[in-house]
């Protein structure tokens, strides 16, 4: 997995590698890796650089600076460069190296019609007018010139991060910078993967400036196929059933069946030998039954069974199974909580309190709240509370689900999730996730059961992915039985190649993550 660090502590490191460097060597470093790729973009679309026209968008600070040594390289190429300045002055050293190498200023008021002609006549715009440091909205000459960009045709990298982004929340107030391609220099940023952002940073690049022996543990994890690779279980020669583990769901109601066999569904992909589904007599179970003739149905507690290794619960539930969910919580194997078990943790102090005694007898406890029910639970602190925050408070782990959904537990770092995409927004999806994770981790019992609900999301976008590609609007059942057909997939070797993988797609163009 990859580390993400917010802006303290990246200016941290860079000022102690500056200090064991020579001067400017860090912008120099990472100008000639922006200048790598903006000739392998600028030839991408041309296929060649002959009369290739970039156009650099600059501010003040040093992310001006980089983008303007990396005009410097463009230039030596042959390539026409032409830089707007957008802020009252230019990083000095690097306008001299930039018009030295036969760069030019665009020189005038900048006004509108300005900015449109050269953002219409470039094959390629580079955005360096603020960086990692800057808050707030972009004003005036900077924010007309990214709409000037924004709207051309021409192929746009972002310099460490597209301007108008947060970097540490992936916040835009106003307008913001709509990147194909952000070059990174140094570390990965929280905010180039954090809604609203994650629209608008396009393939980001990751170059290596020397700052990695500087950096600390990361404030966030990406969650890196490497990884999922290592938890997805496949039967041994020695295996039965039992010794595959036993997951068991509480799910469903009279109101909504279709919960429960969906929850189900995502329980019976996860590697496990057996599901036992909790019979409460509503006539659910024989609905279960019905799709999937391989469950078990059982009335009694299964809580004296020893097989079972884990729980799913709440999928269906109205606001009579508090019971229920007590019950469940009472175990003393990994559970898994969402839908309608969140909102009964909302309102019983009960619930909320045997929560944290089960911290007390070590065991897992997983809370899947979309943003409604995370407001629920968080109650008065409301939009203040943070998830670590809330982990810490319940002794559990937050999969708060969303764009970017994030995994979060009591200490340590936080993952981010890149594999999710839009298609996930859908009636039921969620349960077919606590179905997978709570399988996932009966079957996993000897890995860490962070990295194994981690890779249960991770798995679940990729599911969704897959079922986007089936050209029609996709629904909860399109995800559980891709989420299949991977794993069917996975048979034939794509685990081990997930080993090799050094993209990480989300969506389609957008999004991704690359290596260099």
Same mark, same amino acid.
């Given at each position: 997995?990859?580390? *993400?660090?917010?802006?303290?502590?990246?200016?941290?490191?860079?000022?102690?590698?500056?200090?064991?460097?020579?001067?400017?060597?860090?912008?120099?470093?990472?100008?000639?890796?922006? !200048?790598?790729?903006?000739?392998?973009?600028?030839?991408?679309?041309?296929?060649?650089?002959?009369?290739?026209?970039?156009?650099?968008?600059? $501010?003040?600070?040093?992310?001006?600076?980089?983008?303007?040594?990396?005009?410097?390289?463009?230039?030596?190429?042959?390539?026409?460069?032409?830089?707007?300045?957008?802020?009252?002055?230019?990083?000095?050293?690097?306008?001299?190296?930039?018009?030295?190498?036969?760069?030019?200023?665009?020189?005038?008021?900048?006004?509108?019609?300005?900015?449109?002609?050269?953002?219409?006549?470039?094959?390629?715009?580079? =955005?360096?007018?603020?960086?990692?440091?800057?808050?707030?909205?972009?004003?005036? #000459? #900077?924010?007309?010139?990214?709409?000037?960009?924004?709207?051309?045709?021409?192929?746009?990298?972002?310099?460490?991060?597209?301007?108008?982004?947060?970097?540490?929340?992936?916040?835009?107030?106003?307008?913001?910078?709509?990147?194909?391609?952000?070059?990174?220099?140094?570390? +990965?940023?929280?905010?180039?993967?954090?809604?609203?952002?994650?629209?608008?940073?396009?393939?980001?690049?990751?170059?290596?400036?020397?700052?990695?022996?500087?950096?600390?543990?990361?404030? %966030?994890?990406?969650?890196?196929?490497?990884?999922?690779? =290592?938890?997805?279980?496949?039967?041994?020669?020695?295996?039965?059933?039992?010794?595959?583990?036993?997951?068991?769901?509480?799910?469903?109601?009279?109101? %909504?069946?279709?919960?429960?066999? *969906?929850?189900?569904?995502?329980?019976?992909?996860?590697?496990?030998?057996?599901?036992?589904?909790?019979?409460?007599?509503?006539?659910?179970?024989?609905?279960?039954?019905?799709? %999937?003739?391989?469950?078990?149905?059982?009335?009694?507690?299964? @809580?004296?069974?020893?097989?079972?290794?884990?729980? #799913?619960?709440?999928?269906?539930?109205?606001?009579?199974?508090?019971?229920?969910?007590?019950?469940?919580?009472?175990?003393?194997?990994?559970?898994?909580?969402?839908?309608?078990?969140?909102?009964?943790?909302?309102? =019983?102090?009960?619930?909320?309190?045997?929560? @944290?005694?089960?911290?007390?007898?070590?065991?897992?406890?997983?809370?899947?709240?979309?943003?409604?029910?995370?407001?629920?639970?968080?109650?008065?602190?409301?939009?203040?509370?943070?998830?670590?925050?809330?982990?810490?408070?319940?002794?559990?782990?937050?999969?708060?689900?969303?764009?970017?959904?994030?995994?979060?537990?009591?200490?340590?770092?936080?993952?981010?999730?890149?594999?999710?995409?839009?298609?996930?927004?859908?009636?039921?999806?969620?349960?077919?996730?606590?179905?997978?994770? !709570?399988?996932?981790?009966?079957?996993?019992?000897?890995?860490?059961?962070?990295?194994?609900?981690?890779? #249960?999301?991770?798995?679940?976008?990729?599911?969704?992915?897959?079922?986007?590609?089936?050209?029609?609007?996709?629904?909860?059942?399109?995800? @559980?039985?891709?989420?299949?057909?991977?794993?069917?997939?996975?048979?034939?070797?794509?685990?081990?190649?997930?080993?090799?993988?050094?993209? +990480?797609?989300? $969506?389609?163009?957008?999004?991704?993550?690359?290596?260099?």
């Amino acid at each position: 997995m990859r580390g *993400l660090y917010p802006v303290e502590v990246v200016r941290e490191a860079e000022n102690a590698l500056m200090k064991r460097v020579p001067d400017g060597s860090l912008m120099q470093r990472a100008a000639r890796a922006i !200048a790598v790729e903006c000739v392998r973009r600028v030839r991408e679309r041309r296929g060649r650089l002959v009369g290739a026209h970039v156009v650099l968008l600059v $501010g003040s600070g040093n992310n001006g600076g980089d983008t303007l040594f990396a005009g410097a390289h463009l230039a030596h190429r042959g390539l026409s460069v032409r830089a707007i300045c957008v802020a009252s002055s230019c990083h000095d050293a690097g306008a001299r190296a930039f018009t030295a190498a036969g760069g030019r200023f665009v020189s005038g008021d900048l006004d509108p019609s300005t900015l449109e002609q050269e953002c219409v006549n470039a094959d390629l715009i580079v =955005d360096g007018i603020v960086g990692i440091g800057a808050r707030g909205a972009l004003r005036d #000459a #900077a924010a007309h010139a990214v709409e000037m960009a924004n709207s051309s045709g021409a192929v746009r990298l972002a310099v460490d991060l597209p301007s108008g982004v947060d970097a540490d929340t992936g916040a835009i107030d106003g307008v913001g910078f709509d990147a194909d391609v952000t070059v990174t220099p140094g570390c +990965l940023k929280p905010g180039l993967f954090l809604v609203p952002a994650r629209s608008h940073v396009g393939e980001v690049r990751l170059v290596d400036i020397g700052l990695q022996p500087e950096l600390p543990e990361p404030g %966030y994890w990406l969650i890196d196929p490497v990884d999922v690779a =290592d938890v997805v279980k496949k039967p041994k020669d020695n295996d039965h059933k039992y010794r595959r583990g036993a997951v068991a769901v509480a799910a469903g109601s009279r109101i %909504y069946p279709g919960a429960a066999i *969906l929850a189900v569904g995502g329980s019976r992909y996860s590697g496990v030998g057996m599901v036992r589904f909790l019979d409460r007599a509503d006539g659910v179970a024989e609905q279960v039954v019905s799709v %999937y003739p391989d469950v078990v149905c059982d009335g009694s507690d299964l @809580r004296s069974d020893a097989r079972v290794r884990a729980w #799913a619960c709440g999928p269906g539930f109205t606001e009579s199974d508090a019971s229920t969910v007590q019950m469940v919580l009472s175990s003393d194997v990994p559970v898994v909580l969402d839908a309608g078990a969140l909102r009964s943790l909302a309102t =019983d102090t009960e619930l909320r309190s045997e929560c @944290r005694r089960r911290v007390e007898r070590g065991c897992t406890t997983v809370i899947t709240p979309h943003s409604g029910e995370f407001a629920l639970i968080a109650g008065a602190d409301g939009e203040a509370m943070t998830s670590q925050r809330l982990a810490r408070e319940l002794g559990v782990i937050v999969v708060r689900k969303g764009p970017g959904t994030t995994i979060t537990a009591a200490s340590g770092p936080s993952f981010i999730d890149t594999a999710g995409v839009p298609d996930l927004a859908c009636a039921g999806s969620g349960d077919v996730l606590t179905g997978l994770m !709570a399988g996932m981790l009966a079957a996993r019992p000897d890995q860490d059961p962070l990295v194994v609900v981690t890779a #249960a999301v991770w798995l679940h976008g990729v599911a969704a992915q897959r079922a986007g590609r089936r050209q029609r609007p996709v629904v909860a059942t399109d995800v @559980r039985d891709c989420l299949a057909e991977w794993l069917a997939a996975d048979r034939g070797g794509d685990v081990e190649g997930l080993r090799g993988w050094r993209r +990480l797609s989300v $969506g389609r163009a957008r999004g991704s993550i690359c290596r260099r």
